[in-house]
């Protein structure tokens, strides 16, 4: 069985078992989230040793070169020192509102730190003070606000967001750390056709990205498409309506599975919408946030209608296990 060491003790880690489910059963938690190497809340270093390739998948070639390794998937093959990645320094900032936007989401804002910087639309990994539990977070707000702009679903057994739901108030302190990322606007080519498709509060992020192409000049086209199972689950109606008058470049798309369309929406499955409304991707930049398999399979259909994958930006929400 392969040692790691982490702050001086050593820990057995068993057949098959992750360093951070070894560490876990130990009882020595380091800061996680999905659990499937996917929001890389649990960055780690290896500072001696090896870490398998497959614990490096997703990373930048800059990480995995210095043995940065995500420590959910991390199967060991050897003894490893490890310590964690100290990337980004830890925030704190006292919330300034919460607002209900429908039954199962809210909108939280809290003071934008003196040090801060982001791109609209990476993410940020919110803590718990009293356990240390950390969760993902997309960013809606824009570089020009004074504020940073969370938009929170309400999970079933959720312990981030019941916390977040029921206990934090206006007042109350939020620590946090980031951002991390790479689904943001571009500003290289601002004659482009943007493809934004997101479902419940994947619009976070595209909010945020939506708003700083829009402040950034960008003139080419922009299409959003939102989607929810039915009308209540959509937000920010009346706001992205607002924006399309204002910004003629700009079209606004609200998608339902079920039940009555909001005026100028679609009824159907939101994989099928915007190929049905656009046709063809070829040149596109598209960004697709929220659920993973509609993620996944938008992914696809945007490919084999002429985006180029290069081109194609997403992040998908990958819940915590209760």
């Known amino acids: 069985m392969p040692t790691i060491q982490y702050d001086g003790q050593d820990y057995f880690c068993a057949t098959d078992e992750t360093v951070l489910e070894s560490l876990e059963r130990h009882g020595v938690m380091l800061p996680s989230s999905c659990k499937s190497g996917t929001c890389q809340t649990c960055?780690?270093?290896a500072l001696k040793g090896k870490p398998p390739t497959a614990s490096q998948q997703g990373l930048k070639d800059t990480l995995a070169a210095q043995n940065y390794f995500l420590a959910c998937i991390c199967k060991p093959d050897e003894d490893m020192e490890i310590g964690l990645a100290t990337i980004s320094p830890k925030y704190v900032a006292k919330l300034i509102s919460k607002d209900q936007m429908n039954e199962s989401i809210i909108r939280i804002r809290f003071e934008l730190p003196d040090e801060f910087s982001y791109r609209p639309g990476q993410f940020i990994n919110l803590i718990r003070p009293s356990d240390e539990l950390t969760r993902s977070y997309s960013l809606a707000s824009i570089s020009s606000d004074p504020f940073l702009e969370l938009h929170v679903k309400r999970v079933p057994e959720g312990r981030m967001s019941t916390w977040l739901?029921?206990?934090v108030t206006e007042g109350d302190e939020?620590?946090?750390?980031g951002p991390s990322g790479d689904c943001f606007y571009l500003p290289d080519d601002p004659g482009r056709t943007l493809l934004l498709v997101g479902a419940g509060t994947g619009l976070a992020p595209l909010h945020g990205i939506l708003r700083d192409a829009l402040e950034q000049g960008h003139h080419g086209s922009i299409h959003l498409f939102h989607a929810s199972l039915a009308?209540?689950?959509l937000y920010l109606i009346e706001e992205l309506r607002e924006l399309a008058k204002?910004?003629?470049q700009f079209e606004y798309t609200p998608c339902v599975l079920h039940g009555n369309t909001p005026e100028g929406g679609k009824q159907g499955n939101v994989v099928d919408i915007p190929g049905q409304v656009l046709g063809s991707f070829n040149g596109y930049r598209v960004y697709l946030c929220g659920d993973p398999q509609i993620v996944s399979d938008l992914r696809q259909k945007v490919f084999m209608a002429g985006a180029s994958m290069q081109d194609i930006q997403?992040?998908?929400f990958v819940f915590a296990p209760a």
């Open 314 to 316: 997403s992040d998908p």
């Open 231 to 233: 009308t209540q689950g």
């Open 43 to 45: 960055l780690t270093r």
């Open 165 to 167: 739901f029921d206990e």
């Open 174 to 177: 939020l620590s946090f750390f």
């Open 246 to 248: 204002q910004f003629t």
